[in-house]
């Protein structure tokens, strides 16, 4: 892929860096020219712009990055670069970090943006995630909350230990991504047993995510 990051702070040439090792191309715009440090991450294209003007947008190409990262440190200036590169160049995924916790809630698709990441919201949830058995735990949030990543860790009096997943009743609009069982990940069939212990990651509605606690810790039909 083709991905511009917005903002060449510590946190924009961190995922710089982590995404040129897997083979992606990059594109570092920072409007500073403090922070142009074309040696800290020399594998990327970098370009001394405002990304909150359309004109520089335009001589960076945006149109044909795949996505528009936007990092900055000022959340204004993230929902402006996530809605010009929405509106104005048509690009295809837009991740915007939330520096400020309570502007979480702008945004959304209005603003331009897929995923919102919340470095709070994710610390928290991986916390949750580690020392929580039997409940969800919401990990991502995607498209104003239409989608939601959630984890589940069976605990082991669950009634489904043994049981195949065919047999587990989901509710409506939840798929079953992927199982983490020790160091393994496990694609999904219908004809894998669960075990205790094991972590369940799920693609769900928000609408639904108490429907699949219970459905996970009550007693399979007979």
Known sequence: MRVAIVGAGAVGRSIATELLSNGHSVMLIEKDPKKVRTRAVPGAEWVQ????????L???QLATC?????????DKANLVVSL???????????VARVKDPRNEWLYTES?????????PRV???????AVTVGDVVRLMTFRKGAANLVEITLA????????????????RETVLTAILRGDRVITPSPDEPLEAGDELLFVTHE????????VLSAAPRS
Do not use: H, I
Request: hydrophobic share 45%; net charge negative.
């Open 66 to 74: 795949d996505v528009v990262v936007a990092a900055t440190g000022d």
């Open 111 to 119: 603003w331009g943006v897929d995923v919102a990441v919340s470095t």
């Open 58 to 60: 335009e001589e960076a």
């Open 123 to 129: 610390l928290a949830a991986l916390v949750e995630e």
């Open 207 to 214: 609408d639904v995510e108490e429907q699949l606690q219970e």
């Open 156 to 171: 082991e009096d669950t009634p489904w230990v043994g049981k195949a997943l065919r047999e587990v009743p989901l509710p």
């Open 84 to 94: 010009l590169a929405k509106t104005e160049f048509a690009v295809n995924r837009v």
């Open 49 to 56: 712009a405002d990304a909150c003007e359309v004109s520089s």
